[in-house]
């Protein structure tokens, strides 16, 4: 299994990025998704997860509003909009696959991609 991240980068504060993850070497439809970031200094913590139809997603108090994720099963990939940023949004953002129900459990998700770093300036 293997999950790719990219799309980060450097954004001033009130910008947007749009986050993608391509998975290949499971039946991604059948795979709920997350997202995940881990910020300098910080324990990893959950930022958002989407069921495998994209019908239901769950997102952090902190990013609810602001960040959107979706998904496209017929190209393998989850996405992450993310928009209104702050510099509190600076981190490696990781997605993640999980074959099961809703959890926002890092531990509950076994494959994960390689992150990819999102820098907020204010």
């Known amino acids: 299994v293997q999950l790719q991240a990219s799309g980060g980068g450097l954004v001033q504060a009130g910008g947007s990025l749009r986050l993608s993850c391509a998975a290949s070497g499971l039946t991604f439809g059948s795979y709920r998704m997350g997202w995940f970031r881990r910020a300098p200094g910080k324990e990893r913590e959950f930022v958002a997860t989407i069921d495998w139809s994209g019908s239901r997603t769950y997102y952090a108090d902190s990013v609810n509003g602001r960040f959107t994720i979706s998904r496209d099963n017929a190209k393998n990939t989850v996405y992450l909009q993310m928009s209104s940023l702050k510099p509190e949004d600076t981190a490696v953002y990781y997605c993640?696959?999980?074959?099961?129900?809703?959890?926002?459990?890092?531990?509950?998700?076994?494959?994960w991609g390689q992150g990819t770093q999102v820098t907020v300036s204010s």
């Open positions: 993640a696959s999980h074959y099961g129900g809703t959890s926002y459990s890092a531990d509950s998700y076994r494959n």
